[in-house]
C-alpha cells in the first residue's frame, strides 16, 4: 500500500509557513514503511531536532480506481479518521531551499501516525467534522474540514490521474494551523468530532 500526502490544503497553514497558495493540490507520498506501530510511541529521529507534528483528515481506500471523476469519489473510501505527517522541518526547509524532493523528511520510519478508523456513514457531511490535536492537554492545532482549499472528493480525483488507488491505501488530506516541534515525554492526542482516535507518547 501506499500514502498520498496533500500538502498545503488549509490558507492558515500556507500563510504560517510563508509558502505559495497552490494552483493545484501539492502532492507527496510516504511508503508502507512510514506507518508506525499501533500503540508504540513516536521517537524522535538523530537527524532531526525540529519534528512537528501536522494533524490531518484521513481515508482509507477501499477499491480500486484510476481516473476517478469527482461525483464518483465518495465509492472509494468508507473509513475516515485522524492522522499525524510527522515533519522533519528543519530537513525539510532545506530540502525546499534548494528545490529538492522532501522524502527524508517526510517519509522516515515512524512518520505516519494512524488514529482508529469509523465508518464514514457515521457522519452526514465530510465537509462539515470538526478535528483537533492537544499536546498534553493543550489545543495546538484545530482544523474544520471547511476550510480545506479542495475536498476530500476533489483530492481523490486529482491525485487518481497520476496514481491507481488500491485497496488499503490512505490518503493524508493537509494539515491546519499550529504545527509545532514535539519533545521527548510529549503526548498527543487526536480528536475528530470530539472523539478521541489517536493516543501518542513522544520517546
Ligand atoms: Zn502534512
Known amino acids: 500500500m501506499k500514502i498520498i ?5 488549509y490558507a492558515d497553514h500556507i500563510e504560517e509557513l510563508e509558502n505559495e497558495r497552490p494552483k493545484e493540490p501539492v502532492v507527496f507520498l510516504k511508503p508502507d514503511t512510514t506507518i508506525g506501530q499501533r500503540n508504540t510511541p513516536f521517537y524522535i529521529p538523530d537527524f532531526s531536532s525540529d519534528v512537528h507534528h501536522e494533524i490531518e483528515i484521513i481515508v482509507k481506500i477501499n477499491r480500486i480506481g ?3 471523476q469527482e ?3 465518495h465509492k472509494y473510501y468508507d473509513q475516515i479518521s485522524v492522522g499525524i505527517d510527522f515533519t522533519a522541518r528543519d530537513l ?6 534548494k528545490g529538492l524532493p522532501w522524502e527524508k523528511a517526510k517519509a522516515f520510519d515512524g512518520a505516519a501516525v494512524l488514529g482508529q478508523w469509523l465508518p464514514k456513514k457515521e457522519f452526514k457531511d465530510l465537509q462539515n467534522l470538526n478535528f483537533e490535536l492537544t499536546k498534553n ?4 492545532q484545530r482544523g474544520h474540514t471547511r476550510l480545506m ?3 476530500i472528493d476533489q ?3 486529482y491525485v487518481s490521474q497520476f496514481f491507481t488507488l488500491k485497496i488499503g491505501d490512505i490518503l493524508f488530506t493537509g ?7 514535539v519533545q521527548e515525554n510529549d503526548r498527543l492526542e487526536g480528536f475528530l468530532e470530539g472523539q478521541k482516535l489517536l493516543d501518542l507518547k513522544i520517546k
Not at 500526502?5 to 490544503?9: E, V
Not at 525539510?92 to 531551499?97: E, I, M, N, V
Not at 492537554?137 to 495546538?140: E, G, H, L, T
Not at 494539515?175 to 516541534?181: E, I, N, Y
Open 5 to 9: 500526502c496533500i500538502g498545503r490544503n
Open 66 to 68: 484510476k481516473h476517478i
Open 71 to 73: 461525483q464518483f469519489a
Open 92 to 97: 525539510q526547509t532545506q530540502l525546499k531551499a
Open 137 to 140: 492537554d493543550a489545543s495546538v
Open 149 to 151: 482549499l479542495y475536498t
Open 155 to 157: 483530492l481523490i480525483a
Open 175 to 181: 494539515t491546519p494551523a499550529g504545527v509545532g516541534a
